[in-house]
């Protein structure tokens, strides 16, 4: 066996504290050390609003060829959604998002109803920290109901339909959650 010379770099990346691990015992502090010769910091997703089109858009570009679907762009409304979500998952979630959003999409364009719920409902994220969890739920089923009965003309029955629930089950709700 002949020994071959490399010339390797690595980059590697992790959203733990790498120092506070060595200190805990819970990370060697050699490979910390031979990791750790130029780091770099990035901001997560929710504090670079402005890289989220230009993620996006990329995305739409890879899963498009992937799919072959010939997507070119997304809506107005369905970006506005995208820039005010607060991507706890950051890019990997925005491609994940993305990605969905094109296999189950037609194209040309990526719509607001091609988003999942949690990215597509007006306000979820940001109301979500300040309430309690009964009051996050409530207001999220809300706001669900009332997209799905706009989106069926505010015909019961298909709204009912369109959220997977019994009609007499989404009109019980309706009721709870004082829904006219």
């Known amino acids: 066996m002949t020994p071959l010379k490399l010339n ?4 590697a990346a992790t959203n733990r504290d790498l120092a506070a691990e060595v ?7 050699d ?9 770099i910091t990035l901001p997560p997703l929710r504090e670079r609003r402005d890289d989220i089109p230009g993620l996006a858009q990329h995305f739409l570009d890879q899963f498009s060829r992937e799919t072959k679907k010939r997507f070119t762009d997304i809506a107005p409304d369905a970006m506005e959604r995208l820039t005010r979500y607060a991507w706890p998952g950051n890019v990997r979630e925005l491609g994940n ?12 364009r990526i719509t ?5 719920p ?12 300040s309430q309690s969890y009964p009051e996050a739920v409530n207001a999220y089923r809300r706001e669900l109901i ?5 989106r ?11 959220l997977g629930v019994h009609r007499t089950h989404l009109l019980r709700l309706l009721k709870a959650l004082k829904i006219d």
Request: net charge positive.
């Open 31 to 39: 490979l910390y050390h031979r990791l750790n010769v130029v780091p």
């Open 97 to 108: 998002v993305i990605e969905r959003a094109v296999v189950l999409g037609r194209p040309p």
């Open 152 to 162: 069926a003309g505010g015909n019961r029955a298909a709204a009912a339909t369109a």
């Open 8 to 11: 390797v770099r690595i980059v």
């Open 23 to 29: 200190r805990a015992g819970e990370f060697r502090e």
């Open 146 to 150: 009332t997209a799905a009965l706009a």
């Open 118 to 129: 949690r990215v597509a409902v007006e306000g979820a994220p940001e109301r979500a920290a």
């Open 112 to 116: 607001r109803e091609d988003l999942p």
